[in-house]
């Protein structure tokens, strides 16, 4: 009898896949969508299909094409140790320079880095992501994110995960995973925490870094519907009671009125906080990305995580006392204008 040997693109795309969901675990790919299924409205709403019957997800979208390289630095692998050092002194450099990041919303708290990453660093996770570029698209919602990404734990990403654990005060994240939209791509609003009402997680996210590593020409705005914390919240579902029509929630005329759009250049991240300073999920962290008109825009997310969801009284204090979080919940805080 001869036995059955997966050829080795098939391993590939196996190994692929699994790498790509390590980082979740099976209770919150679960509640990923608890509370967005339920407050997702459209123009034609569409009754949800039982699990075992929606289509497999493909790997692929149908107009991907191949990435050029030639505008990149090469590629994703330091040739001798003298190129690793210079990496590393371009990045002490460049940390050493930073500036520190303004406020631009309170509620929920949104703080901008002028200069998170170098223009070296922006350019290399681009080089890095392209050739692993995959699908996004979730089964059950195929239409709400439409992006390509790729995840990357240590490496070349390991400084800027690092900067950002130390920003927040964290030990640890889901990695970096680089995103990259096209004309009409983009991720419709939702939370980065797992915890639902009444059943905070463990080990949740709270807090995200928004690395922009390309801006687009137009569009692409990071978008947050609920800036200014007045919205009423559903107890049953932990979000806003108002509906969001999700498939225009970034025109004129569809989105709250005090909503947040920002767009973001090359090099700046966006920093903003599921949590709010007493370790509770902060409902109007809600988020989105706007559609891409022209160009192409690039990003890296860092997801940091507590280890003990603030289980005890040291580390809620340490939460209390992170003073990026403190700028959004001094009394001397103030935003600056994002007209």
């Known amino acids: 009898m ?4 997966p050829n080795r ?33 459209s123009e034609s709403s569409k009754a949800s299909v039982p699990l075992e019957t929606r289509p497999k997800q493909r790997t692929f979208d149908a107009e991907y094409r191949a990435p050029d ?14 190129d690793i050092e210079a990496w590393n002194e371009a990045v002490r450099r460049h940390e050493a320079n930073s500036t520190e990041p303004v406020m631009v919303s309170r509620s929920p708290c949104v703080l ?35 992006s390509f990404g790729a995840t990357f734990g240590a490496g070349f990403a390991a ?11 964290t030990k640890r994240s889901d990695g970096l995973e680089v995103k990259r939209y ?23 996210r709270v807090a995200t870094f928004l690395v922009y590593l390309q801006d687009a020409e137009l569009g692409g705005e990071t978008m947050f519907p609920w800036r200014g914390g007045t919205e009423p919240i559903d107890p049953a579902t932990g979000w806003p009671r ?13 989105q709250p009125e005090n909503a947040l759009k920002l767009p973001v250049q090359k090099g700046a991240a966006v920093l903003f906080y599921s949590l709010t300073p007493d370790g509770e999920v902060d409902p109007y962290s809600q988020h989105g990305s706007c559609p891409v008109q022209e160009g192409e825009k690039w990003t890296a997310t860092i997801w940091t995580r507590a280890n003990d969801r603030f289980e005890t009284d040291t580390s809620i204090e340490e939460w209390k006392a992170n003073k990026y979080l403190q700028m959004c919940y001094s009394d001397q805080g103030q935003a600056i204008s994002t007209e």
């Not at 390289?69 to 003298?82: E, I, L, Q, R, V």
């Not at 108002?242 to 569809?254: A, D, S």
Request: charged share 25%.
């Open 242 to 254: 108002r509906p969001l029509v999700f498939e225009r929630e970034c025109e004129e005329g569809y």
């Open 112 to 146: 901008l880095f002028p200069n998170f990453v170098s223009e070296e660093e922006a350019d290399q996770s681009i080089a890095h992501a392209l050739p692993r570029l995959r699908s996004q698209r979730f089964a059950d919602q195929p239409e709400s994110r439409t």
């Open 9 to 41: 693109v098939f391993l590939l795309v196996l190994c692929s896949l699994v790498i790509h969901s390590i980082a979740l675990t099976n209770e919150e790919r679960q509640n990923a969508f608890i509370g967005y299924s339920e407050k997702t409205t």
């Open 159 to 169: 400084p800027i995960i690092d900067r950002a654990n130390r920003a927040i005060g």
């Open 69 to 82: 390289m030639s505008k990149f630095k090469a590629g994703p692998h330091f040739a001798n140790d003298a």
């Open 2 to 5: 001869r036995l059955f040997c």
């Open 182 to 204: 096209r004309a009409g791509e983009k991720y419709q609003s939702h939370h980065d925490y797992f915890s639902q009402p009444g059943r905070p997680m463990k080990g949740d």
